[in-house]
């Protein structure tokens, strides 16, 4: 999975599968404004085990779908 795609990857997915980030929040013991920090790139997911495997449920991935970021990346200078 690219870099760039990986913030697009979570949003678009949680899209798809028709959740909001109350869902996820839900789902995971978190408030709606986590997901939102976590999706804008303003905190790093910083996730249990339990809650690992919750999200991968959810959003019908394997621990290897899951994106290392949730936030837009930033781009490094050249």
Known sequence: ?????????F?????E????QEDIAKAL???PRTVIYWEN????????????KQLCRLMK??????PERFGPLTKEPN
């Open 29 to 31: 013991g978190v408030t």
């Open 1 to 9: 999975m690219s870099d760039e795609n990986e913030q697009s990857t």
């Open 61 to 66: 991935w394997s621990i290897e779908e899951v």
């Open 41 to 52: 790139g303003h905190h790093e997911p910083k996730l249990t085990i339990n809650q690992i």
């Open 17 to 20: 599968l028709g959740l909001t």
């Open 11 to 15: 949003v678009n997915r949680r899209k």
